[in-house]
T-cell receptor
Framework: AQSVTQPDIHITVSEGASLELRCNYS??????LFWYVQSPGQGLQLLLK??????LVQGIKGFEAEFKRSQSSFNLRKPSVHWSDAAEYFC??????????FGSGTKLNVKP | GAGVSQSPSNKVTEKGKDVELRCDPI?????LYWYRQSLGQGLEFLIY????????KSGLPSDRFSAERTGGSVSTLTIQRTQQEDSAVYLC?????????????FGPGTRLTVT
C-alpha cells in the first residue's frame, strides 16, 4: 500500500545547527514528493517539491531535500537552523497522479 | 485567483448538534481533500474527491461524518450529532494533478469546538 512515513515525531536542535528531517515512501511507483511546513497557528505552506530530474531540490527559506531512490527517502535539510524554523513539518507524496498521502509530521523545536 | 477558502473560520456547537463546514477550492482544481487536525496532532485524512469519480471515504471516522461536492467545486463536510472528540481544526485542500498542478493548496481551516 502506498504510504509516506516520518519516523521522528519530535526533534530538537540548537539555533545555528544543521537539520535533517527524515521521510520515507513506500515501494512501488515513485510518487511525486513534497515537504510542507506549518508554523504555530498558521496554515500549511509548501516548502519544496520533487517530480523528477535532479535529486537535490531547493526550496524556500533555505531548505533543500534530497531524493534517494535506493533508500526510498526524501529527507529535508537545512545547514543552519533559525529560531523561526520551529514548526511542524509534513512530508507528502502523490501516487499515480491520484491520491495524496501525508506523513504524520515532525515537530521541530529550536533551542536558543 | 483566490486561494482555497473555508467557512466558518470558527464554529462552536453543543454536543449532539449537526454542523456543516464549507470549502471553496481554487477554481478549476479537480481534486479536493478534507483533513482533520486535532490539538497537537498531525493531519488525519478524511475524504478525497477527484473529478467525477466516486469519492474515497476511507478516512471518515464514523457514519456521523459525510461530505459532498456539488458541481465539482464547492464541498461541504457534515458532522451529525457532534461529540466532544470531534473538536479539531478541519482543513480543506485542492489540487489539479491531471493538469500538472500536483501540490496541494490548503485553506485556513475551520476550528470546531464542541461543548
Amino acid at each position: 500500500a502506498q504510504s509516506v512515513t516520518q519516523p521522528d515525531i519530535h526533534i530538537t536542535v540548537s539555533e545555528g545547527a544543521s537539520l535533517e528531517l527524515r521521510c520515507n515512501y513506500s515501494y512501488g511507483a515513485t510518487p511525486y514528493l513534497f515537504w510542507y511546513v506549518q508554523s504555530p497557528g498558521q496554515g500549511l505552506q509548501l516548502l519544496l517539491k520533487y517530480f523528477s530530474g535532479d535529486t537535490l531540490v531547493q526550496g524556500i527559506k533555505g531548505f533543500e531535500a534530497e531524493f534517494k531512490r535506493s533508500q526510498s527517502s526524501f529527507n529535508l535539510r537545512k545547514p543552519s537552523v533559525h529560531w523561526s524554523d520551529a514548526a511542524e513539518y509534513f512530508c507528502g507524496g502523490l501516487y499515480n497522479f491520484n491520491k495524496f498521502y501525508f506523513g504524520s509530521g515532525t515537530k521541530l523545536n529550536v533551542k536558543p | 485567483g483566490a486561494g482555497v477558502s473555508q467557512s466558518p473560520s470558527n464554529k462552536v456547537t453543543e454536543k449532539g448538534k449537526d454542523v456543516e463546514l464549507r470549502c471553496d477550492p481554487i477554481s478549476g482544481h479537480t481534486a479536493l481533500y478534507w483533513y482533520r487536525q486535532s490539538l497537537g496532532q498531525g493531519l488525519e485524512f478524511l475524504i478525497y474527491f477527484q473529478g467525477n469519480s466516486a469519492p474515497d471515504k476511507s478516512g471518515l471516522p464514523s457514519d456521523r461524518f459525510s461530505a459532498e461536492r456539488t458541481g465539482g467545486s464547492v464541498s461541504t463536510l457534515t458532522i451529525q450529532r457532534t461529540q466532544q472528540e470531534d473538536s479539531a481544526v478541519y482543513l480543506c485542500a485542492s489540487s489539479s494533478p491531471l493538469a500538472g498542478l500536483y501540490e496541494q493548496y490548503f485553506g485556513p481551516g475551520t476550528r470546531l469546538t464542541v461543548t
